[in-house]
């Protein structure tokens, strides 16, 4: 009954949720109701982290769930941010426009590449991450590039209903739209199919070259909206660090039961998944543990999850039970003789 | 008025006529199958009648009317379905969703409940009444999961249903579930194409056959006027002569000795003694279990019990190192993913067993690799010149020949097994592969062969074993037995 | 058109696709060399020794990264990270003398980027997913380890670091080194061979009796070494370190070792071509600089010609 009841907290549609609860529960316990963890300020703080890391780890997920791996996601986050923020002075909305076309170009160019010349997305987006880092670069002059409109960046991160902010509440809209389409819709069963096995869905009929491309329009769209925002509630626009933003993208795609061979997670899965990571990330931080810490628990459950997945693990187990039956019967006749 | 037909087709691939001068037509109501040997054309011709194929010489016609059909999705809009043997249902979705899949007609919220309902008539029809829509796919048997995509086909308004090899894997109490989707089907006037291997199958439930041999139409005939010795008269007719060696065997003790080998689910309590220069074949269709044998004596199944002696001494299962160092030598099925290493070189793949014996302090000497590598090409007949090309440059004979040229000299012979050794391989290749195995024989190897190709047995083995469905159904010694009978084995004619 | 004739069509003019990839390689190599060479300043000693030295550091990384993918298992994001920890390790142990620090960081990167392979050979887990796993315990072990501050050397010594020998600065030496190394190993040993069989196809190499595990065990372990090593030469030339000093390598890595020609889909590989990548990409950012172009537009353009050169090589390959 408990092998029952943990098999099902562990299988990859509950995980998610499951690894939410548990930080919660831990983070609560190790808190010990000092108030600390429990309170509006922190929840809000991790909203705040969510509307970020939220919409790059969509995007990123959205490529793993049809078995690619769009690297260029940081790289939009950054240039997304800096178009906005030089062409949003007189209108922010024209500014976030162009931003998240941006995207939706650079990941149509991608995926044309893709499935045109039949390259792995390893290498293209690889070449699409230095590339639009580098436009990033040219379009800031390789300096911060400060956003005029103050009462934007005020507006952004304001707290209403004191948990979401309009940051927090479009990335949880976008979420929903997302949600919505995956479940509801045949573009959401379509993707699937295709991450889960790519040639039978070519034979059923569906045009994966498509599916493939308007993927990595959708995930170039999302990075960029997650730039435009984060840049105009900072008032500003830097190139950002490359690895700041990909891992734990891709760690809370992950921990969000996006699995890498393709067909599996949903946007609800990485909303936990991401939820999960801002909760550890906040949560450690408003008990006032080391961040370290963060680093530590985040790799460790990564690690957790990679092995759990792993293919041979299920084989090396039966292996063993089978030796391990083989050999008690030895020694049993050899008792016996 | 005949649904589809084709007249006067002809394809070539490269200098090869695959289908000669193939006349064939379709009716509604009728189930008709098409039989043929590996190599005969009929997957060809398959593919030329669902689009996937254009015919050289030849007029496809639909409906009587001379049509040429672009392309699969074009077939589709013309009532043509293909229900391939390998399935294209996504693993990762329900039911109700792979029914719906790729069909253009969708709308936008595609799990309204007008589809539902059509996605239940059609799993009626097919006699999945009890299988609900929203159960995952991957929890399904293939036998359940050929229904689906038949269904799948239903929801396309299909008319002509072609179905390759559709009961290679499925149990008897599906197979019977399968007829009687076809029967139903049939009756609602549906044209149904059946491509098999069983001749039991074909008198159960077609109304005529069709046989193709070597490309061309051998003939088309009702199944209420001939008989199954007929019928393998019409595909097997050619002599078995050149193709196989002669030889005399030197059977020089026992080699391998299996008991009670069991690999769940498929194979139980298998047993075997096999002899040193002797070529043993174990006959048997896909899913007999043949090939599942062999692969658990070469270490490779994690889940294979029993026990294995090879040449006196115990070996253990479930582990390809265990198997080496018994000098247990394995080329398997699945070329191109587990037998040739195709973007290294001819002469990296014909020493990819041999490293060691070259290796000194870790160091290979390369010069004499190639020496080997050479000599080895040389042995197998493949061209010197092509020594540093990247295999998947050869044709799948010549790389079949690698993957055989790999255990030539090897230190002490063993037990070399081998499962459908001239799968996918040209006549030309297939005569060199038999010679190189008689060669192995005369070294003193112990072969065995899985092979689902009854002339391949019969023209090589020493000794035939015929498995059904996991247990052994016959043995017999060479001379003993003849085509019809390993025939009526392996396809277990006891379905009357 | 059909796969199969179209397949045939394609095999019969072979070698003429060959051919002509070879030349469009050529042709761009040359157009390469021939901005280098006209560039003013190019072939002065001051932008040669930078070359260098910018070659030398991420140069051992993208050898070690070679070894990750000729094995099939893409990349690794934590290779960079294992730099700077190498780096740290090298200079916390250097009381107790050079030779002992520098086993120390060898070993280090050895074991920590081994047992990633371990993991990844034995159990056949995501190599991807579990370099980030690394990469996230490496940045919290060290910022615990560190407790945030720069790390300075704890003794003495490094001067011959900074030096020359016959001209060519110490680093690209050591740099050069690895790359022979890494190439004999490759090319001349049974273990090279046979991560070359396993990036191939694993399953075949499994069936032909190779012992998968530890072949993909040893290639980790060999990147591991190279990032120590990177990450010695590193804590040598700015006598201090922290984690920030192998940041954003993993890319340049990768990145070069694509533009030099291994396949990422593994099986072919070697250290020399990581060598003309690094290299390539080298002489790109200096060339660019001393023309004057704009840091960002280097950056800029570097990224571009990257994808082209990724491009150019698949394209190849189809034949």
Redesign the interface.
């Known amino acids: 009954m408990i092998q029952q009841v943990g098999r099902f907290l562990i299988a990859p549609a509950a995980r998610p949720f499951t690894i939410m609860a548990g930080a919660v529960v831990v983070l609560g316990l190790i808190d010990r109701g000092s108030g600390y963890f429990f309170s509006l300020g922190t929840l809000f703080s991790v909203m705040q982290l969510f509307a970020s890391l939220g919409l790059v780890a969509l995007g990123l997920g959205l490529s793993m769930m049809v078995r690619e ?1 769009d690297l260029s996601v940081a790289g939009m986050f950054s240039l997304a941010g800096c178009i906005a923020v030089i062409t949003g002075g007189a209108n922010p909305w024209l500014g976030a426009l162009l931003g998240v076309a941006a995207g939706v170009f650079s990941g149509l160019i991608q995926g044309l ?1 893709m499935t045109r ?4 997305s ?3 987006t ?10 990033a ?6 300096q911060t590039v400060s956003y005029p409109n103050m009462s934007v960046a005020l507006g952004l991160n304001a707290p209403f209903a004191q948990l979401l902010s309009v940051r927090s509440a479009v990335a949880l809209a976008v979420f929903l739209l997302a949600a919505l389409v995956m479940r ?4 959401g ?2 993707v ?2 295709t ?3 790519r ?3 070519r ?4 045009n994966t070259d498509q599916i493939l491309i308007g993927v990595f329009a959708a995930s170039g769209a999302s990075s960029a909206l997650a730039g435009v925002l984060l840049s105009y509630s900072l008032g500003a626009a830097s190139p950002v ?3 700041d933003v ?2 734990p993208a ?2 809370a795609a ?1 921990v969000g039961g996006v699995s ?2 393709g ?2 997670g949903s946007p609800a899965g990485i909303a936990a998944g991401v939820l999960t990571l801002c909760i550890l990330r906040s949560g450690l931080s408003a008990i006032g543990v ?11 459950i ?2 957790f ?3 759990l ?5 299920a ?2 187990i ?2 063993w039970r ?2 391990r039956a ?1 050999r008690r019967a030895q020694t049993f006749t050899e008792k016996l003789s | 008025m005949s649904v589809l037909a084709v007249k006067g087709v002809t394809k070539r691939f490269g200098p090869n006529a695959v289908l000669k001068n193939v006349s064939l037509s379709l009716d509604a109501r009728e189930i008709h199958a098409i039989c043929g040997e590996n190599g005969a054309g009929k997957s060809t011709l398959v593919k030329i009648m669902t689009g996937l194929y254009s015919p050289d010489e030849g007029v496809v016609s639909v409906d009587d009317k001379p049509t040429a059909i672009q392309n699969p999705q074009h077939a589709q809009e013309l009532g043509i379905a293909l229900v391939a043997q390998e399935l294209s249902l996504a693993p990762a979705l329900s039911v109700l969703d792979n029914i719906w899949l790729g069909n253009r007609k969708v709308p936008l919220f595609h799990r309204r409940k007008s589809l539902r309902m059509q996605a239940r008539a059609a799993l009626d029809q097919v006699g999945l009444s009890d299988l609900s829509l929203d159960a995952p796919i991957s929890g399904l048997s293939i036998g359940r999961r050929q229904l689906v995509e038949i269904a799948r086909m239903l929801t396309r308004d299909a008319r002509v249903f072609f179905l390759d090899e559709p009961t290679a894997t499925l149990s008897d109490v599906e197979i019977e579930r399968i007829f009687d989707a076809l029967r139903t089907l049939k009756a609602e006037g549906k044209t149904i194409v059946y491509i098999t291997h069983r001749l039991g199958e074909v008198f159960a439930v077609c109304d005529s056959v069709s046989v193709l041999r070597n490309g061309e139409l051998v003939g088309t005939r009702p199944t209420s006027e001939i008989d199954r010795g007929h019928l393998m008269e019409m595909m097997l007719g050619r002599s078995i002569g050149e193709m196989y060696p002669t030889w005399q065997s030197k059977p020089a003790g026992a080699a391998l000795t299996i008991k009670n080998l069991h690999v769940p689910p498929v194979v139980h309590d298998f047993n075997l003694v096999a002899e040193r220069g002797t070529v043993t074949c174990i006959a048997g269709q896909i899913g007999s279990g043949a090939l599942t044998i062999l692969r658990a004596l070469a270490g490779l199944s994690a889940v294979a019990t029993g026990e294995v002696t090879v040449l006196g001494k115990p070996m253990r299962l479930r582990s390809v190192a265990a198997a080496r160092s018994a000098n247990v030598r394995f080329i398997s099925e699945d070329r191109a993913g587990e037998g040739v290493f195709l973007r290294l070189s001819v002469g990296q793949n014909l020493t990819a067993t041999k490293l060691r014996e070259h290796t000194t302090w870790g160091v290979l000497a390369r010069a004499k690799l190639r020496e080997t590598a050479a000599k080895l090409a040389g042995a197998v007949g493949v061209d010197r010149a092509r020594l540093f090309s990247p295999a998947d440059e050869l044709s799948g004979g010549n790389q079949q020949k690698l993957a055989f040229g790999r255990w030539i000299g090897s230190a002490q012979p063993g037990a070399l097994l081998m499962n459908e050794p001239t799968r996918g391989v040209d006549v030309g290749a297939r005569a060199e592969i038999y010679r190189l195995v008689r060669g192995f024989c005369d070294q003193g190897y112990c072969v065995v062969m899985a092979s689902s190709d009854i002339e391949e047995v019969l023209g090589m083995a020493d000794r035939i074993i015929c498995m059904y469905r996991g247990h052994q159904v016959g043995s017999y010694r060479r001379g003993e037995v003849n085509m019809h009978r390993v025939l009526a084995d392996i396809t277990h004619p006891a379905a009357a | 058109m059909t796969e199969i004739a179209l397949g045939s069509r394609l095999r019969g003019s072979g070698l003429r696709a060959r051919h002509l990839v070879l030349g469009i390689r050529i042709v761009a190599a040359a157009t390469i060399a021939g901005f280098a060479l006209t560039t003013q300043g190019f072939l002065s000693t001051l932008s040669i020794n930078a070359l260098l030295t910018a070659i030398s550091f991420v140069g051992c990384v993208a050898v070690g990264m070679t070894f990750i993918t000729l094995t099939g298992n893409i990349m690794s994001l934590a290779l960079g990270a294992t730099v700077s920890a190498s780096a740290l390790t090298f200079l916390a142990t250097l009381s107790f003398g050079i030779v002992p620090a520098l086993l120390f960081a060898l070993l280090f990167g050895v074991v920590i980027t081994g047992f990633q392979g371990f993991l990844v050979g034995y159990f056949q887990a995501n190599p991807i997913l579990v370099s980030i796993a690394a990469l996230s315990l490496l940045l919290g072990a060290a910022a615990f380890a560190t407790g945030g501050h720069r790390i300075y050397p704890a003794g003495d010594g490094l001067a011959i670091f900074k030096g020359r020998i016959a001209g060519i600065p110490v680093q690209a030496l050591c740099f050069f080194a690895t790359v022979i190394a890494a190439q004999f190993i490759l090319s001349w040993t049974r273990i090279g061979r046979q991560m070359a069989m396993v990036g191939s196809s694993s399953r075949a190499a499994t069936a032909a009796g190779i012992e998968t595990t530890w072949t993909i065990t040893t290639a980790y372990m060999i990147a591991g070494a190279c990032a120590a090593i990177s990450g010695v030469l590193l804590a040598a030339r700015y006598g201090s370190g922290d984690m920030e000093l192998g940041a954003g390598y993993d890319y340049t890595a990768i990145a070069a070792v694509l533009v030099g020609g291994t396949a990422i889909a593994g099986g072919s590989g070697s250290a020399l071509r990581t060598l003309v990548g690094v290299t390539v990409i080298a002489i790109i950012e200096v060339v660019l600089l001393l023309r004057g172009f704009s840091e960002q537009l280097q950056y800029l353009i570097t990224g571009i010609i990257v994808l082209a050169v990724i491009m150019l090589h698949v394209v190849g390959e189809r034949r």
Do not use: M
Request: zero cysteines; proline letters at 4%; glycine letters at 14%.
């Open positions: 791996f590449i010349l039949k390259l792995s390893v290498g293209v690889l070449g699409g991450l230095l590339t639009l880092q580098g436009l670069y040219v379009l800031s002059g390789n509801y819709t045949y573009v069963r379509d699937i199919a991450g889960s096995d040639r039978a869905s034979v059923a009929g569906l660090g490359l690895s990909l891992a891709a760690a992950i890498v061979v067909g599996r080391p961040p370290y810490v963060h680093d530590l628990v985040t790799g460790g990564l690690l999850i990679a092995v997945d792993a293919p041979e693990l084989r090396h039966t292996a089978l030796d083989e």
